[in-house]
T-cell receptor
């Protein structure tokens, strides 16, 4: 079974530039999550999708961050414009709609904002 | 609000047993999970407790006391490859099932 795929793995941009991250969840997983993990901290939920609908985006900085999950499969997270404090690893995870609470994480995208 | 507390670092030797504690204060509680993350890697699921008691999976066990808002991860027969960060995470809502993670415990296993 293929895992959660993310791209790119690394991205370096300057502040005020834009960046987009892509995630392909495990086939059949209805729920998709985007987390931000700052160095030395635990992952922090940014947004949760159930199929193509948003379940929770309460911690998403909506003035600069946006995310979509068209057709209920792949998802894109965008930052525009980026700030220095956005430097972090952006993790995508997916889980089955029912069953245990196991979330399967992708390898992440390490973003550096200069 | 919600908070999870776990030790920032733990050191142990190969073959030993180590316990990583986690206390939580959350507005709701559905279950406690544990994830392992090697440097530069993705978090991977280790165990989950929704009810009080001990869950055992090979060398790893996890315990939960809902009345004490407390849980721990027990790692036995430590191996060098167990050197990683370990996160406890609380699921507060059965509908959303999103996780709130602690800040992690960095475990260093020494020969």
């Amino acid at each position: 079974e293929a895992g959660v795929a993310q791209s790119p793995r690394y991205k370096i941009i300057e502040k005020r530039q834009s960046v987009a991250f892509w995630c392909n969840p495990i086939s059949g997983h209805a729920t998709l999550y985007w987390y931000q993990q700052i160095l030395g901290q635990g992952p922090k939920l940014l947004i949760q999708f159930q199929n193509n609908g948003v379940v929770d985006d309460s911690q998403l900085p909506k003035d600069r961050f946006s995310a979509e999950r068209l057709k209920g499969v792949d998802s894109t997270l965008k930052i525009q414009p980026a700030k220095l404090e956005d430097s972090a690893v952006y993790l995508c995870a997916s889980s089955l709609e029912t069953g245990t609470d196991t979330q399967y994480f992708g390898p992440g995208t390490r973003l550096t904002v200069l | 609000g919600q908070s999870l507390e776990q030790p920032s670092e733990v050191t142990a030797v190969e073959g030993a047993i180590v316990q990583i504690n986690c206390t939580y204060q959350t507005s709701g509680f559905y279950g406690l999970s544990w994830y392992q993350q090697h440097d530069g890697g993705a978090p991977t699921f280790l165990s989950y407790n929704a009810l009080d008691g001990l869950e055992e999976t090979g060398r790893f066990s996890s315990f939960l006391s809902r009345s004490d808002s407390y849980g721990y991860l027990l790692l036995q027969e430590l191996q060098m490859k167990d050197s990683a960060s370990y996160f406890c995470a609380v699921c507060m809502d059965t509908g959303r099932r999103a996780l709130t993670f602690g800040s992690g415990t960095r475990l260093q296993v020494q020969p």
